[in-house]
C-alpha cells in the first residue's frame, strides 16, 4: 500500500510544487534528447552496417568501442566479440598491433 502523499495544491508550500514542475520538465527534456540520440545511433549503425568497407572506432587508449561486420570479418570475429580488445588481443602479430597502435596514437595526437 502506498503511503499518503500530501496534496501539494493545498500545501502552504507553492515553491515546493513549482520546484517539482519545473525539475518535471527538465527530466522530460532530458528524457527526449536521450530518445533523438538513441535514434540518431541507430541511424549511424546502420549507415556504418550497410557500407562496403571495414570500419572500426576506439577510444583513447586504443580499445576497440564497436566496428562493422565487415571489420569483425577481417578478424574471424563478431562485432560484439571485439568490443573491449585492444589490437595485443586480435589476431594479428605483436609487430602489426603495434603499428596499428603507432597509428592510433598519431591520430590522436
Not at 503511503?3 to 527526449?32: I, V, Y
Not at 594479428?92 to 592510433?104: I, M, S
Request: aromatic content about 8%.
Amino acid at each position: 500500500m502506498l503511503p499518503d502523499l500530501p496534496d501539494l495544491e493545498a500545501s502552504s508550500a507553492p515553491s515546493e510544487l513549482e520546484r517539482l514542475r519545473r525539475e518535471n520538465a527538465a527530466l522530460r527534456a532530458a528524457l527526449a534528447d536521450h530518445r533523438e540520440l538513441l535514434h540518431e545511433r541507430a541511424a549511424l549503425k546502420a549507415i556504418v552496417s550497410s557500407i562496403p568497407y571495414s570500419v572500426f572506432w576506439k577510444d583513447r587508449n586504443s580499445v576497440f568501442r564497436g566496428c562493422n561486420e565487415s571489420f569483425a570479418a577481417l578478424a574471424g570475429m563478431s562485432p560484439d566479440s571485439i568490443v573491449g580488445k585492444t589490437d595485443y588481443d586480435m589476431p594479428w602479430t605483436r609487430e602489426e598491433a603495434e603499428q596499428y597502435r603507432a597509428a592510433d596514437r598519431r591520430v590522436i595526437e
